[in-house]
């Protein structure tokens, strides 16, 4: 009776851990379809000031926006606030230290997501600025303009040159890859090619060009960085999707062995009680 009452107790804990599973895959997937749909309404619009920080650059002549003086870049790594997504936020943490590793150029880290800080600090890495990341779409509409406002500011801070989005880039449902991006300073080699229709007529610039470049730059950058936090939700989501299926289908074998265990537990006191009452009767015959 106490084994019964123990496999009892694992097949309802068991039974339990299947209905959170299933309702934190069910929201993966919500979540997932939600960020998908932002990224396609976000890309006609970097396209657009894509194409305008490339016209301004071509008249005005310019290649790059950078200032003459040593090379230093700040990476800032994108992962998630939570775990239960497989090797997520390891993949995109190994992409940020082949960064720092493949160049001569020195690099410091921010980190946008706990989990980055902390892996990057089990490799003796400190990042100079550790933020929290958006966990919804309505964070990162929240959260984007501070996150920017902090980011730019480490990047001043640290007087870098160079600055480099690392996130994992959304292509389907679970699948993502490592996406190592410059940001700053835009140059023309490393913008889009542009849309020809994106403006229905030649845009006549009469604002003064630096403060022209100067505007298109820093949306330019705000763009980008809704970008990047709209990918890595997606791809976190999708990760976690994966994740919680397969865990549902161990969980599911596991349910499964338990019951049948359970089953033939009781089956055997059935028949341990069912030989008592013909032992008992068959002594008082």
Avoid: W
Avoid at 20 to 30: Q, S
Avoid at 196 to 213: G, N, S, V, W
């Amino acid at each position: 009776m106490p084994e019964l009452r123990e496999l009892r107790r694992k097949l309802d804990n068991v039974r339990d851990i299947s209905e959170v599973v299933h309702a934190m895959r069910n929201l993966a997937a919500a979540y997932v379809r939600r960020a998908e749909a932002a990224l396609d309404a976000i890309r006609p619009y970097t396209e657009i000031v894509e194409t305008a920080l490339r016209i301004v650059l071509e008249r005005s002549g310019r290649t790059r926006t950078a200032p003459e003086r040593a090379p230093h870049c700040l990476a800032v790594v994108f992962a998630g606030e939570q775990g239960l997504c497989g090797a997520y936020n390891e993949r995109v943490v190994r992409a940020a230290l082949a960064f720092r590793e493949s160049g001569a150029v020195p690099v410091d880290f921010a980190t946008v997501g706990r989990r980055a800080a902390g892996l990057l600090a089990a490799a003796g890495v400190q990042p100079v600025l550790a933020a929290r990341a958006p966990t919804s779409l309505e964070g990162i509409r929240a959260q984007a303009a501070e996150l920017a406002a902090d980011i730019f500011e480490a990047y001043t801070g640290r007087a870098a040159t160079r600055m480099v989005f690392v996130y994992n880039a959304y292509e389907n449902m679970g699948r993502f890859r490592e996406q190592t991006q410059t940001v700053l300073p835009p140059r023309l080699d490393r913008l889009g090619p542009g849309r020809k229709d994106a403006f229905r007529y030649e845009p006549i610039l009469t604002a003064p060009p630096a403060e022209l470049l100067g505007d298109l730059i820093e949306e330019y950058f705000f763009i980008q960085l809704h970008r990047a936090l709209f990918e890595s939700h997606c791809s976190e989501n999708g990760a976690r999707l994966l994740a919680m299926t397969a865990a549902s289908g161990n969980i599911e074998d596991r349910a499964e062995a338990l019951t049948k265990e359970f089953q033939s537990a009781r089956q055997d006191l059935i028949t341990t009680e069912l030989l008592d009452v013909v032992a008992g009767s068959e002594a008082l015959r």
